[in-house]
């Protein structure tokens, strides 16, 4: 077996080990009965440890070193070994007792935020958070950085993104967002009050299904549950899981999850099977996995020809709700914006506004310039001043969010990186496909989902996300791409 087949072997036993553990995390949050909950932890916590210790041996770290000086390798096959040597050395900078001491912060973490949260008292939570920033910052020295330390944890997300880069960018969501959601907020409302009716849940899912299959979301490979948390898992190309929530008394949940992680599933099935375990079968980042799911939510799903097309279907599900809205009153429903508390139910602009809190606050906490006990406070005044809303209790602020209590410091920014991208990603495509919109208006989304599999899919891990960006586009990652949408978008919407 040539050196390369060898390599290629153990990633695909690493990967075997891992998708095992993403099968049962499925089953944990779709049909897992509450009892299983015990044994489930310890399941999978043993399968971390095994792909913990396959990932680290030392035959890997030879074959993985003596494969990055083999010039015979093809481009493809050198990436991979580029991109696995560099995995191979973070994990190596972990020891066992940090591993374990994490693992168990997070756990402890978690609880004390559940409990927090239902409550609404954020001192039941305090002590585990600061006891898990603290190993956060050590976490950011083991694994290095250049500039700034929180580059270290955005880096776990987003490989090669700076913070310094992300300033640019939030700065240019402060400068030009701002101003245009006041203008918005200037003019008379919306109404969306029909999308709140009673929605039969079964009628609602059989909608959603359809909607995936005109995605071009294969049933084949992949299949459809009900979470309290929607999400996308995969455990090899042709095995793409989804989920969706309903809720009778608001539409907008079974819609928007299911186009959403549609989205995010379409790239997973688009992967190339033959690379199973390797880099160049693996998305490239959470920042490009977003573009994918928010290019179909935004750029299609809320959009005036996708329901040139759907809203008819839908009104004939539900006669009752929709005999008096037309498919221009229920797209301007869809599209409205007002800043509120819950960054999952903002909508696309101010949605901006709830990341960019969060990458503040992130960034100064890992740095050291505030401290866990400063939270509330300071999230209080941040939302005063970006989004002008009161916040009347940590619930519905400071602890909305779980990501904190599972350790995941710089996850955020990826949700905006991807709103981002999308534009970016759309407009390009609607310059290199000029029928597309009017084939959109025909409930075809195929020249679409045809398009993005050569451009983004196919191609795995083979480019970095900013070098994906310049090979699609042409140029680097522009916030103007983004502001240019959303001005054509809502200046016509609000009569600006
Ligand atoms: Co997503």
């Not at 008292?121 to 920033?133: D, Q, T």
Request: charged share 25%; with cysteine.
């Amino acid at each position: 077996m040539t050196n390369y087949l060898k390599y290629k072997s153990i990633m695909n036993k690493i990967a075997d080990v891992q998708y095992s553990s993403a099968v049962l995390n499925w089953d944990q949050e779709t049909y897992m009965p509450p009892k299983g909950a015990a044994f489930r932890a310890q399941q999978l916590a043993t399968l971390a440890g095994i792909a913990h210790e396959l990932s680290t041996t030392e035959e890997l770290g030879h074959l993985l070193i003596s494969l990055s000086q083999d010039n015979s390798l093809s481009e493809k096959e050198k990436r991979n070994i580029k991109e696995s040597l560099k995995k191979y050395n973070d994990n190596k900078k972990y020891t066992t007792s940090f591993v374990e001491e994490l693992s168990k912060s997070i756990s402890e973490a978690f609880q004390a935020w559940q409990e927090a949260k239902k409550t609404s008292n954020f001192s039941l939570y305090a002590p585990y958070l600061e006891k898990l920033v603290k190993l956060k910052r050590e976490e950011c020295k083991l694994l290095g950085y250049v500039e700034h330390p929180y580059d270290a944890m955005l880096n776990q997300y987003e490989p090669d993104a700076k913070t310094a880069d992300l300033e640019v960018l939030f700065a240019d969501v402060r400068n030009q967002l701002v101003a245009f959601v006041k203008k918005i907020a200037a003019k008379p409302q919306n109404n969306d009050s029909f999308m709140y009716l009673h929605f039969d849940k079964d009628k609602q899912w059989e909608f959603g299904v359809g909607l995936l299959k005109q995605m071009g979301y294969d049933f084949e490979a992949g299949r459809q549950d009900i979470s309290s948390h929607p999400f996308t898992t995969n455990f090899n190309s042709e095995d793409v899981r989804v989920t969706t929530r309903t809720n009778e008394n608001n539409l907008n949940e079974m819609i928007w999850s299911c186009i959403h992680e549609g989205g995010h599933a379409l790239y997973e099935q688009g992967l190339p099977v033959s690379e199973y375990g390797l880099p160049s079968g693996e998305y490239i980042s959470l920042g490009i996995h977003e573009s994918q799911s928010r290019l179909w939510e935004n750029n299609v799903g809320r959009s005036l020809p996708y329901w040139n097309t759907n809203f008819s279907s839908l009104q004939k599900i539900f006669p009752e709700n929709f005999k008096n809205v037309s498919t221009e009153d229920f797209y301007k429903a869809m599209n409205i914006v007002k800043p509120s508390l819950i960054r999952t139910s903002a909508d696309e602009l101010t949605y901006h506004f709830h990341i960019l809190i969060r990458f503040e606050i992130e960034k100064a906490l890992i740095q050291g310039s505030i401290e866990v006990k400063d939270l509330p406070d300071y999230w209080n005044e941040k939302y005063k001043e970006y989004l002008g809303v009161e916040v009347p209790n940590d619930a519905q602020g400071v602890l909305q969010d779980i990501h904190w209590s599972h350790g995941s410091f710089g996850y955020f920014p990826t949700y905006s990186l991807g709103s981002f991208y999308a534009a970016q990603f759309f407009a390009q495509a609607l310059k290199e496909i000029p029928e597309l919109e009017s084939e959109i208006e025909k409930g075809n989304t195929k020249p679409l989902l045809d398009w993005l599999r050569e451009k983004v899919h196919i191609h795995g891990k083979y480019y970095t996300a900013a070098e994906l960006c310049l090979f699609i586009t042409g140029e680097k990652l522009n916030f103007n791409y983004f502001m240019a949408y959303a001005t054509k978008k809502y200046s016509r919407l609000y009569h600006l």
